[in-house]
């Protein structure tokens, strides 16, 4: 069966494997993260496809800018503080996303805990139990019944009422024993107030909201989100991207097996939902350059070796204490890495390539940042910059 550009798909017989190239991958998960090309859609849309990184809110306003086409940094805000059909939670490995307000419950849901989970090793190693997490969440809950109040205000409350040990846990920055009531889905960010987030009851905040979804139920969905998006995969992967213990995602990735196909590409033995296995081998690029805003959802994913093409490459994207760099995204890959600031209503930006940009490339690159520069309302222009360190 011939790929795209006369390529060789090779089907086994034996195990009913279907090989393809890494470009077809490479061009699956583009498209399906709508970087392809921008197009006039709902930001909720968007968001349903595998959520918007928001640790860091304007690179959650570029992730949108990157995908939509017309809109500008006020829709993020709009969507979550006055339509409220977007959400900020968090979800996946314990960050925050933007998701859409229907679709919280698979989101947040899938890190609900179920009856054969086994405690993280964050768990063992500060002492605390499952039940420890259930009576805050319990309290949180209580606490935020028609209620918007800043973390400290929440931590001031419901910390009268625990042990020393848990209080003191709780005033840690990483926020990690008030993630589990975003889990279960009792409490959400709320907007502002002055320098301070607030946070709120999803079922006051999000009005006409409510709980679809087992947590089981919500795992497979949130299964099934990850590979239209980053497929073909494997459970250790998923595992990884989701934030769940390898051993606690397996019987979810099993019950989806009888629906997937095993695909072979770069040697490795990965899986794909049977229906978008013809997307995959029609799959090609559209736009050959893009560019995409440091911590982009599309670079979230496990599958990393296909991105770079040296560990020089990786460790300039993938950079410590978490942070992922903006980068120039060239037919799938990681082209090289950039950086973005305005002087005087003209927006500057750096461009570090990790190979050569022909006069082509350019020309996109160039696109790219006047679309940018718009978002910004850079009123005087782009100035781009060509560095090699």
Same mark, same amino acid.
């Given at each position: ?152 205000? +929440? ?6 009422? !625990?042990?020393?040990?848990? %209080?003191?846990? @709780?005033? &840690? #920055?990483?926020? /990690? ?113 893009? +560019? ?6 599309? !670079?979230?994913?496990?599958? %990393?070796?296909? @991105?770079? &093409? #040296?560990?020089? /490459? ?76």
């Amino acid at each position: 069966m011939k790929g795209r550009q006369g390529l060789i798909i090779r089907k086994s017989s034996r195990n009913h494997t279907v090989t393809v190239p890494p470009e077809n991958v490479l061009a699956f998960r583009v498209q399906r993260h709508n970087l392809d090309h921008r197009q006039s859609k709902a930001l909720n849309q968007v968001a349903a496809v595998c959520g918007i990184h928001a640790q860091v809110m304007s690179a959650a306003r570029g992730q949108f800018w990157a995908r939509v086409e017309g809109i500008g940094p006020r829709d993020t805000h709009d969507g979550l503080w006055k339509q409220r059909s977007l959400v900020k939670t968090w979800c996946m490995r314990g960050t925050l996303h933007i998701v859409p307000k229907d679709d919280l419950d698979i989101f947040a849901g899938a890190r609900r805990r179920v009856s054969t989970d086994r405690e993280s090793q964050w768990m063992k190693y500060v002492g605390v139990s499952y039940g420890d997490l259930d009576t805050i969440t319990h309290a949180i809950r209580d606490t935020l019944d028609g209620n918007a109040l800043t973390r400290s205000e +929440l931590v001031k409350t419901i910390g009268k009422h !625990l042990r020393p040990k848990l %209080r003191l846990l @709780l005033k &840690s #920055s990483w926020n /990690e024993l008030i993630h589990p009531a975003s889990y279960e889905e009792v409490l959400c960010l709320g907007p502002q107030r002055g320098n301070e987030t607030t946070f709120v009851c999803p079922k006051d905040w999000l009005k006409s909201w409510r709980i679809r979804l087992t947590p089981e139920e919500s795992r497979v969905a949130l299964l099934e989100r990850y590979l239209r998006v980053y497929g073909p995969s494997d459970r250790l992967e998923f595992a990884a991207w989701a934030g769940l213990d390898p051993i606690n995602a397996r019987p979810t990735w099993e019950s989806v097996l009888d629906r997937m196909i095993e695909v072979e590409y770069y040697g490795r033995r990965t899986w794909l939902l049977k229906d978008d296995l013809d997307a995959l081998l029609r799959s090609e690029f559209r736009d050959p350059v893009r +560019l995409i805003p440091n911590f982009d959802v599309y !670079l979230a994913g496990r599958d %990393r070796r296909v @991105l770079t &093409s #040296s560990k020089e /490459e990786h460790k300039k994207v993938y950079r410590e204490a978490g942070w992922v760099s903006a980068v120039v995204l060239v037919r799938g890959r990681v082209g090289g890495v950039w950086s973005v600031k305005t002087r005087k209503e003209k927006l500057l930006l750096n461009i570090q390539p990790f190979a050569e940009f022909g006069s082509d490339l350019r020309r996109f690159v160039e696109e790219e940042a006047e679309t940018y520069a718009d978002f910004l309302g850079c009123s005087s222009g782009v100035n781009i910059s060509w560095s090699t360190s």
